[in-house]
C-alpha cells in the first residue's frame, strides 16, 4: 500500500483537521471532530444534517455550505458514524425549524440514523436515497443503495430549505428527486481501504467490475474491459430503462469519477454518454463532472441521471457555496 | 467471579482474529467488519477496571453503550443492542434458561432494528440455535453444556457459508455471496466461544 500518510489510525483526524483549516471559511468542526458544520447557520431554517463513512470524499463534508447540507458526520472509513454524532451535529444546528437527516441506503447508515432520530428530541424528518440500479430491489433485501445520487438530492433540497421550505416539504422534495435519479458505475481497479493496508477486490488487467458500489462491493458481474461507448452505453442503458423517460426529457448529467480516474477520462465519458442520450431523444440541459463521491483511491466512474422539470431545475440552478460545488454566488 | 477475566477474554479473540474478519468482509461486503470489532473491543477493554466493579446487568449496558458509540457501522447498533438488551433480562448470576430467554429476548430487538430474520445470514443465525441449545440441553450441564454451545455457534456460523445474504451489504451481490461465511456470524460465534472458554477455566 502505498499512500499520504502517517499512521493508519490517524487518517481520519488529520484530514479533518486539514479540511476545516483550508475551508475555515464556510465550515467548523464540531468538538471531537464529531461533525462538521457550517460557520454561519441561518436562524429559523430547515436543518439539513447528512453523513456517512469516509473515503467518499468530498461527500458528505465538501457538501455542507449555504444551499446544501448544516453538518456533515464522518464516519470511520467506509463505516457508518455513531448516532451521538449525529445528535451532536443536530443539536448544534437546528434552529427552531426542525432537522432534515439525508441517509444513504446501507444497513448500518440506517440503523444509526434512525438511533440518532430517536434520541433526538426535537422535530426531525429522514429522507433515504437509493439510487443505485446496479442493485436489484425485492421486498426482502436492504435493497439499492445510495450512491453518486445522494449529492444531486443533497443539493436541491438544500436550495429548497434556503428559500425557507419547512420540513415536511423538504422531505416530500428529497423523495421526488431521488426517484427521478438513477445511477450506475463501473470499476478498473479496486480501492485500498488504508486499515486493510491491501486491495478490497482483485480484478484482472483486461477486467472491470460492471455495477460496482462505492465501497468496492462487488456488483453485477465481473466483464472483460470494453471501449468507453460500450460502457457508457451500459450504464446510461439501465439507468434509462429504470427512469423510462419520454422524448425530449430534460435531465442533469453527473459524470462521477471513484477517486483515481483522471479527469480527462471522464470528460470522455460525458462524450460517449451524450450519444446514449441523443439516440434515446433525452436531453441533457445541466452537467456536473469530476470526482465528488469517490471510492478511496477506486478508478472507474459512475453515471448518474436526474429527470428534471423547471422547479427542480431552478434548484438546482440556485446559488451554492461549500468546499467542493460553488457556483451563483 | 470477576467478570473482567470473560470480558477481557470475549474482546481480545476480536482483536486477534482481526485479519480473519477483514477478509471474510472483503470477500462479501466492504472489508471493514473486522477494524471495526476491533475498535469496538480495544474502547470495552479501556473500560475494564470500571466494568469489574459494576453488577453484571450493568457492565453489559456500560459495554453496550459503548459499542453504539464507538464502532458505528452495522456492528454497532447490532452488537450494541444486543449487549443492552441482554442487560435488561439478565439476572445477577444467570444459568442457561435465564440466557436463553434474553437471548429470545435480544433476538426479537434485533429483528425489530435491523429488519432481519433467522435464516438471513445474520449473527441471527448463530444466536437462534445457541439459545435453542441453553433452553433444551438435555442431560447437558456444566463443562459439558459449554463445550457444545461453543462448538454450536462455531457451526452454526459456518453454515451461514449456504444463505442466501438478504439485509446487509452482501444482499447486493445476490448469489455470489453464496460460499462466504457472514463475518457478522463469525465474530458472534468467536465471542460466544470465548466466554465459553473462559467460564470452563473458572469452573
Redesign the interface.
Known sequence: MKKLINHVDDVLAESLDGFAAAHGDIVSLGSERLFVQRRAVRRGKVALISGG?SGHEPLHAGFVGHGMLDAACP??????????QMVAAAESVETGAGVLFIVKN???DL??F??AADLFDRDNATVIVNDDV???NST???GR?GVAGTLIVEKMVGAAAERGDKLAALKTLGETVNRATASMGVALTACT?P??GRP??QLGEDEMEMGV?I?????RRRVKLTGADDIAAELTGAILKELAPGRGQEVILLVNGFGGTPVLELYLMVHAARKVLADSGVKAVRYLTGSYVTSLDMTGCSITLTAVDPGMLALWDAPVHTPALRWGI | MSHSALIRAATQTLVDHVEELTALDQAIGDGDHGLNMKRGALAIQSRLQELDNKPLNEALKSMGMACISTIGGSSGPVFGTLLVTLAKDLPPAPGPADLARALGTSIAALTRLGKAEVGQKTLLDVLDPVRRLLENPGESSGEDLLARVHRCALDAAQATAQMDAIKGRASFLGERALGHVDPGSRSMALIIGAVCDSLRVTQ
Do not use: W
Not at chain 1, 75 to 84: L, R, Y
Not at chain 1, 215 to 219: A, T, V
Open positions: 463513512g464516519g470511520h472509513v467506509f463505516t457508518s458514524p455513531t448516532p451521538n446501507y444497513s448500518g440503523m444509526n434512525q438511533m446496479a442493485v436489484e426482502y433485501t436492504t443503495r481501504v486499515a486493510a478490497t477486490f458500489g465501497h468496492g462491493e462487488p456488483g
